[in-house]
């Protein structure tokens, strides 16, 4: 029987890396990228991989001038923002390449689920892109925290006290884990030094290392099995993955170059925040009203606001155990249902995000 499930698990994983594949042939000049309705869809996996790498690029940069301790952090900030030739507009290609890099990857998630291009052989594909997925999450609330201003070190609270929460819902010494999570990251009573310099290392040594080994098993899966058909039935129309696509993505990744850096020279980031975002941290001083966390986590912040922790957070839950498991809960589903599945979580996503400040005061009658 043990021999068996070895032969099983190696049947397995060579079916999902056939290394007879995985030769420049296979994998660029023979791959071919199908051409159908949704084909716009195959680009947008090359563009979070685009604004990944414009965040590896300037966030390099940064790091020349950028100070992670409570007492020269805000003051690194202003320095670079306002004094390093060129740091502003470095500084905004950084922080709009995230929200960039996060709503591609939200596209990029939701148009691989409604092509069902978690079918097999590609499951570890999509598995490895939902870690992805939550690798980037983790990008944003490290982040948030390192200019050390008022709103980021008092939204770092919170979102620090609501791991905590959870061990009220858990059962015996289960009821301890978020706290020694919580305690660990936090690595002191309160948000303070230690903090700071273990977000700093998480944000840029422990996640970077962490994505480039996921993306690289990511990219390596798409490159031995080829773009997920995305439709019923044999592929009519394709085109060779070089050169043709090759360009076309290319051109891609300039026009969304330009974009970028016109948009980062004229419109700074914080400019759409109605409050002063650059107000140093006081620990006496109080958080502006009317806060909200960054766009891409209003999915969750609304719900909070308007539903008992508990539901929100047995209904996280339960959304990521299916996402992971989508390859085999969703096996025989055609693509049909997942088309209408995926639809759903994009109008949630879309309605949530554009309209959520507006749901919540439907129900509440306002803040």
Known sequence: MARGTV??????????????????????TKKTVPV?????????????LFFFLVQVATGLLLLFYYQP???DAYASVEYITRQVPGGALVRNMH???????????????VTTMGMKAFGRPRELTWISGVLLLLITFGFGFTGYLLPWHQIAVNATKVGLQSIELVGAYLPGEL????????????GEPSVGQSTLSRFYAIHVIVLPLTVFAVLGLHLLSVQLHGMSPGVNGQVRRSEKFLPFFIIKDLGVWGIAFLVLFTVALCVPFESFFSFALFAPYDAL??????????????FVYYPLELLPFWAVAAAQTAGIGLVFAAPWIFRESSRKTM?????????YLVAITLFGSVIYTFFKGGR
């Open 36 to 48: 159908h309705g949704m084909s716009w869809a195959y680009y947008v996996g090359g563009l979070t």
């Open 175 to 186: 009821s301890r884990l978020p706290t020694i999570i919580r305690e660990t990251i936090q």
């Open 339 to 347: 088309t209408a599945l995926a639809s759903a979580v994009a109008c």
């Open 7 to 28: 032969a099983k698990c190696l049947e397995f994983i060579a079916e999902r890396f056939p290394i007879e594949k995985a030769d420049f042939h296979s994998m660029v």
């Open 69 to 71: 301790t409570v007492s």
């Open 95 to 109: 922080a709009w390449s995230s929200s960039c890099m996060i709503l591609c990857l939200l596209v990029h998630f």
């Open 285 to 298: 001083g109080s958080t502006p009203e009317g806060i909200k966390p960054e766009w891409y986590f209003f």
